[in-house]
């Protein structure tokens, strides 16, 4: 009862659908409100098909439909179709799309049950977390296009693009992989277990005769664990040696050799029991810290380029025809109609209408960007005007923007981030042979060979660095679960040690350290609902940023048309709307008293001569730009690098320390030599971006970082990607990562402790192997309570937990 | 017969090892979070629905 009541609450305030705030006038629908045409529509076809379930599994479950719907025209065309589909024959065809819409129960509901929407879907499935469907239909009845309409038709646009995510992940079954061989381990390693037992608990005369038979079936669980569940380790450490590195490999393959080696040679000669549980358990728990070090966002792309941002096919115009056309068979000379809001996919001559492009994504450059007839216009721009006609000068992969992806920075192998495992792990496994050697000397000095053999043996294996390769792992595995509850969303975990590192910090400015969704106004003083209408319909005709932005948050449909116009450049805009005279502007243009200093760009308002109040623009910046500024710049090196012109650099010269430090009108290729340079100076750079201009200053830097509103969008390559709702946090990662590498560092330091109690033993010769199977399992258990308890009371510290 | 109980216990534990390779073969670990979410519909949703059409002709 009490549900349903606040149901209706919501519902009037907000959409039905999607929950955003409903408009001064709302649309209605069966007693529903809806915010805009979008959803309304989608309500109808989903209460239409008995589909009104899906407002009952979670209120307002639906996404905005305030954007326009996409062309599909291009997945009528066979060669696309081909590229796209699972499986096709002449009955029936699978597919499998990926929606970044799905975000919850209902979604799931809805999209399953698609079949009630049109009877020749056979079946759909989702996979929540990769937010992929995967479609059987009849393509008889219903061709791909009409699916893919359908789809967004109900709010759930499936994302297609050049560079396509779905394949590559349908094609990775390392994870199955990894998951078998710990399945393989695990099943190893408990029988072992129970068959040591008995030696270890002491066996009576009688049950001597198991003895051998015991200590044959151990051997034979130990064969599949080398030679299946260990064998990347040998093979990885042998190719390490070849390249002359030694990695932690290199002690856990000699390892895991010796404990094989040794147990069949006393099973051999009935001289003793082995060390088959110790063995077994000890490639069981690295590959679980294996397992846990490859943490995989299915839903997040950290290697996108150029290719997932551009459409999959353009609009041919040939003889007066239009017919899609795979983009990457567009050619040098060929015609095409770029319509409002499409990204031009290359470098072409405009032929025909007039070009408005927003070229944001791409340059930095806030303010689109008007082109006449006969000029270039390079690809990515997206043209906010009508449909334009060009030619094509330069194929894709040669324009501008995406010769970029050509040069070196991105061939080159990025897996060059230094793990405090891999240092450590050279120094170990000098002095783990060098103690092994020592004690096998020594008793050979004694003249005691046997218990020179068992010593050296006993050596690498007691001190084989099971906790000690647990210890990072488990630590950075706990570090990027936080960060992830934190909308801080990281590539691997060796980033999290790089982020320690970091001593410099670089700044993209349009989307990164001003927010897309810019200006959040609020108005000082009275104003009514018709008034705003004709602030907004005045605002409308003027280019300046912040009458766009005012335009933007108000949100009117356009009403009256202005007579007598005028704008003085930078001052301010007037003009007779509804009959009334609207001044907006400075205070100088309006001729008022000016007002005290504000935090935030200030347009006065000026209705009919009298004076009704000013908008304030709150938000220029990011939420805790400034406080993470003073922050970061305490320590560490800022630079700003904007592909924009010079117009905020007097508001942003508080925030950085020098004014050579902020450097504008920069290109793509500019921003990534910068990037070198600093580096080159013996800087670790941190370079925070979001669009594609920013892709090669991110590639280049030691970490790069893209910053979204909505982690669906795109962005470009990345080793990290962060929430535009987490900027503020910043600092604390960067405590935290700072923090994590202290924790491996005492977690290293327990694991060596356990080594050294371990090595007492082992080289007096006296090493059994029930105190390799307590020891071994003991000082794991300890290294993975202790990092994980460490690592979160070390974020609840850092405000992140 | 301890021999042979041993190697029951064991051939069982295969069978075990050997079904989890199957199911992982078919891909039921691929997606483990969406099973969770879709045991919880209802079938009978559309049911609730034709009933209350029902009550609008009486």
């Known amino acids: 009862m009490a ?42 076809i989903l209460s239409s098909h008995n589909l009104d379930n899906y407002y009952a599994y979670n209120d307002v479950p639906g996404q905005t439909q305030k954007t326009q719907a996409p062309r599909l025209e291009y997945l009528d065309e066979p060669t696309i179709i ?72 109900i709010g759930y646009e499936p994302l297609i693009s050049l560079q396509d995510v779905v394949k590559k992940q349908q094609h990775d079954v390392s994870d199955r992989q990894l998951i078998r061989k710990i399945a393989v381990a695990g099943f190893c390693f408990g029988n072992t277990m129970l068959l040591s037992f008995p030696e270890y608990f002491g066996l009576s005369g009688l049950e001597q005769q198991f003895k051998d038979f015991f200590g044959w079936l151990n051997l034979a669980f130990c064969l599949p664990v080398v030679f299946y569940c260990g064998r990347d380790y040998f093979s990885s450490a042998w190719i390490n040696l070849k390249n002359g590195v030694l990695n932690l490999d290199f002690p856990l393959a000699l390892g895991i050799a010796v404990m094989f080696l040794r147990s069949a040679a006393e099973i051999f000669s009935r001289s003793g029991a082995g060390f088959a549980d110790t063995l077994c358990g000890l490639v069981f728990f690295l590959l679980v810290g294996r397992w846990m070090q490859k943490h995989t966002y299915h839903h997040l792309s950290f290697e996108r380029d150029y290719r997932s941002y551009f459409p999959v096919a353009v609009t041919l115009l040939k003889e007066n025809k239009e017919s899609p056309l795979p983009l990457n068979q567009l050619k040098q000379g060929d015609r095409i109609l770029i319509r409002s809001n499409e990204i031009i996919p290359a470098d072409a001559i405009l032929l025909n209408g007039t070009a408005r492009l927003d070229f944001s994504f791409v340059t930095g450059e806030s303010i689109p960007v008007e082109k006449v007839l006969g000029e270039v216009v390079y690809a990515g ?116 040690e790089e982020l320690a590192r970091i001593d410099t910090f670089v700044f993209d400015k349009t989307g990164t350290i001003t927010n897309p969704e810019a200006a959040n106004f609020s108005f000082s003083g009275k104003i009514t609902a018709i008034q705003k209408q004709w602030i907004s319909d005045l605002a409308r005709n003027s280019g300046h940023p912040l009458s766009r932005e005012l335009v933007k948050w108000i949100a009117l449909p356009k009403q009256f048309t202005a007579l007598d116009y005028q704008e003085k450049v930078g001052r301010g805009i007037s003009g007779l709307i509804d009959g009334q005279l609207i001044c907006l502007g400075s205070t100088a243009f309006l001729g008022i008293e000016p007002v005290p200093q504000l935090p935030g760009s200030t347009v006065h308002v000026m209705i009919a001569d009298q004076y009704l109040g000013y908008f ?186 | 017969m301890i021999y042979m109980l041993i190697g029951i216990s064991i051939l069982l534990a295969l069978i075990f090892l050997l079904a989890f390779f199957w199911a992982s073969k078919t891909g039921q670990n691929d997606d483990t979070y969406t099973p969770s979410v879709r045991m919880l519909f209802d079938e009978e949703a559309t049911g609730k629905i034709d009933q209350k059409s029902d009550e609008d002709h009486l």
């Open chain 1, 616 to 801: 304030l623009s709150s938000q220029q910046w990011r939420n805790g730009f400034k406080d993470l500024v003073l922050h970061l710049g305490r320590h560490a090196g800022l630079h700003l690098l904007s592909g924009d012109q010079e117009h905020d650099r007097k508001s942003l010269i508080p925030f950085f320390p020098s004014i050579q430090h902020m450097h504008f009108r920069q290109s793509p290729q500019n921003k990534l030599d910068y990037i070198k340079t600093l580096q080159n100076k013996g800087h670790k750079v941190l370079m925070f971006g979001d669009g594609l201009n920013d892709a090669g200053a991110l590639k280049q830097s030691d970490l790069g970082v893209a910053i979204t509103d909505n982690i669906n969008n795109f962005t470009p390559g990345c080793d990290a990607i962060l929430d535009g709702s987490s900027f503020s946090r910043i600092p604390n990662f960067i405590r935290q990562a700072k923090d994590a590498v202290r924790v491996i560092h005492m977690s290293f330091g327990i694991s060596l402790a356990y080594n050294a109690l371990g090595l007492f033993f082992a080289v007096q010769g006296t090493l059994s192997p029930l105190i390799a199977a307590v020891l071994m399992p003991a000082s794991t258990i300890t290294i993975i309570s202790f990092t994980s308890i460490a690592a979160r009371l070390y974020a609840r510290k850092n405000h992140l937990l």
């Open chain 1, 3 to 44: 549900m349903s009541k606040t149901k209706t609450l919501t519902v009037e305030t907000h959409c039905y659908h999607c929950g955003e705030d409903l408009p001064f006038s709302p649309y209605i629908l069966a007693d529903k409100q809806f915010c805009c045409l979008g959803c309304q529509g989608v309500y109808q």
């Open chain 1, 381 to 496: 721009g997206r043209q906010l005007g009508g449909a334009i006609e060009l030619e094509v000068i330069k194929p894709v992969s040669q324009s501008y923007l995406t010769r970029l992806w050509n040069n070196e920075t991105f061939t080159a192998d990025k897996d060059r981030i230094k793990t405090f495992s891999g240092t450590a792990s050279k120094y170990f496994s000098v002095a783990l042979l060098s103690v092994a050697i020592g004690s096998g000397l020594f008793w050979l000095f004694k003249e005691d060979p046997s218990k020179a053999m068992a010593s050296f043996t006993a050596v690498l294996i007691i001190a084989c660095p099971c906790a000690l390769a647990l210890s990072s792992p488990f630590t950075l595995a706990a570090v990027l679960s936080i960060f992830d509850k934190n909308k801080f969303y990281l590539k691997n975990t060796a980033v999290i």
């Open chain 1, 82 to 153: 081909a590229d796209l589909v699972d499986y096709q024959d002449n009955e029936t065809t699978v597919i499998t799309f990926y929606i970044p819409a799905i975000h919850c129960s209902s979604c799931i509901w809805l999209l399953e049950n698609l079949y009630k929407i049109n009877p020749a879907i056979i079946q759909s499935r989702i996979d929540f977390l990769k937010k992929q469907v995967v479609i059987t239909f009849k393509n008889k009845a219903l061709s791909l296009r009409e699916l893919a309409e359908i789809l967004s038709r």
